[in-house]
């Protein structure tokens, strides 16, 4: 979903700036505004505290002398989307999480949201999207049907990364390479299915498999069960190499990265991790946004920011990549 042009507030500089020179603070038509003066902070010198409604909007956060959003703040479109992170010079910049508003999808509540890094108010470099649908008061994610992308951009449009899948009970998880336009496109793509606990490592070509290794797994023990060497066309196996007639030696290191790859996706919860941070970033927007006082509780806000930044902690995409480099180096 694309974000909504953004228009900046149309404030009175000139006549704020002498207001605030004057008496330290500017109180009018739902516009406050006051020097950020902190001894502890060197950085917010020349800096104002601001909460601004105005043309449907709504801004909480940091604004430079020349009354543009620049550094730390909370930012409500016209349409209803949110914004919360940084900013520099009146764009998004740095480090943010985007929210769209929840729509109706059927009996289920439809969500978006992007969580990553900016640059002049465009998504850029890394960061996590997220596609939700669930009953209305849910807040497990073994009940949520769930898409998310974490990974490298290229503007709205995948470039590499870690896609993952869950509907119901079973999920799949893709890592590796995408085309221009959002399909799979790898030579060393990994495809793991929980249905039948099973891992293809190999080539992916506009979303279809072309050939790669296909591992079965004992979800008991998590050891190698069984795995294959498999050639495709249009998706169908054409050729099959079974074990038995494989060197062991050359699939060893083979067989190692694969047990890695599934242990890494396994090791931490983290697509529940992303599902919780955007819940609770939701209920903060809903409960609690509303009666944030910048000016009353300077600490709340900064805290809250260090949200915009969770995506990198515990990222899957981040892990698996290193495995796959660590394995390059080593190889």
Same mark, same amino acid.
């Given at each position: 979903m694309k974000t909504p042009s953004e228009t900046s507030f149309k404030l009175e500089r000139a006549k704020i700036n002498e207001i605030?020179?004057?008496? $330290?603070?500017? %109180?009018?038509?739902?516009?406050? @505004?006051?020097?950020?003066? !902190?001894? *502890?902070?060197?950085?917010?010198?020349?800096?104002?505290?601001?909460? &601004?409604?105005?043309?449907?909007?709504?801004?909480?956060? @940091?604004?430079? %002398? =020349?009354?543009?959003?620049?550094?730390?703040? +909370?930012?409500?479109?016209?349409?209803?989307?949110?914004?919360f992170g940084m900013f520099k010079n009146d764009e998004r910049n740095f480090n943010g999480f985007y929210i769209w508003p929840p729509t109706q999808n059927g009996d289920k509540v439809h969500n978006e949201s992007y969580h990553g890094f900016w640059k002049d108010n465009k998504k850029n470099k890394y960061g996590v999207y997220l596609w939700l649908d669930e009953d209305e008061d849910n807040e497990e994610f073994d009940n949520a049907n769930f898409e998310v992308f974490s990974g490298e951009l290229d503007g709205n449009n995948y470039k590499r990364g870690t896609f993952l899948r869950k509907n119901g009970d079973n999920y799949?998880?893709?890592? $590796? =390479?995408?085309?221009?336009? $959002?399909? *799979?496109?790898? !030579?060393?793509?990994? +495809?793991?299915?929980?249905?039948? !606990?099973?891992?293809?490592?190999?080539?992916?070509?506009?979303?279809? +498999?072309?050939?790669?290794?296909?591992?079965?797994?004992?979800?008991?023990? $998590?050891? &190698?069960?069984?795995?294959?060497?498999?050639?495709?066309?249009? =998706?169908? &196996?054409?050729?099959?190499?079974? *074990?038995?007639?494989?060197?062991?030696?050359?699939?060893?290191?083979?067989?190692?990265?694969?047990?890695? +790859?599934?242990? &890494? @996706?396994?090791?931490?919860?983290y697509f529940g991790a992303i599902y919780n941070t955007y819940k609770e970033t939701l209920k903060f927007i809903k409960e609690e946004m509303g009666e944030l006082d910048i000016f009353e509780d300077k600490e709340k806000f900064p805290t809250l920011i260090k949200t915009a930044v969770a995506y990198n902690k515990d990222n899957i995409y981040f892990d698996i990549e290193n495995l796959v480099f660590n394995n390059k180096v080593n190889n």
């Open positions: 605030i020179s004057k008496e $330290g603070e500017y %109180n009018e038509d739902d516009v406050m @505004i006051k020097k950020w003066e !902190d001894s *502890k902070d060197t950085s917010s010198l020349g800096y104002y505290l601001a909460q &601004v409604s105005k043309e449907e909007t709504q801004f909480t956060g @940091i604004l430079n %002398n =020349n009354l543009e959003k620049d550094g730390y703040g +909370f930012y409500r479109f016209q349409n209803g989307d949110h914004y799949y998880v893709y890592h $590796g =390479n995408f085309t221009p336009d $959002g399909k *799979k496109n790898d !030579d060393q793509a990994f +495809f793991y299915s929980s249905t039948l !606990d099973r891992l293809f490592h190999g080539k992916i070509e506009n979303n279809a +498999f072309i050939s790669g290794y296909i591992i079965y797994f004992d979800s008991d023990s $998590g050891q &190698v069960q069984d795995y294959v060497y498999c050639e495709f066309e249009n =998706n169908e &196996v054409k050729k099959t190499v079974i *074990k038995e007639d494989m060197n062991e030696e050359e699939v060893k290191s083979e067989l190692e990265e694969n047990i890695q +790859f599934r242990n &890494v @996706i396994l090791e931490k919860d």
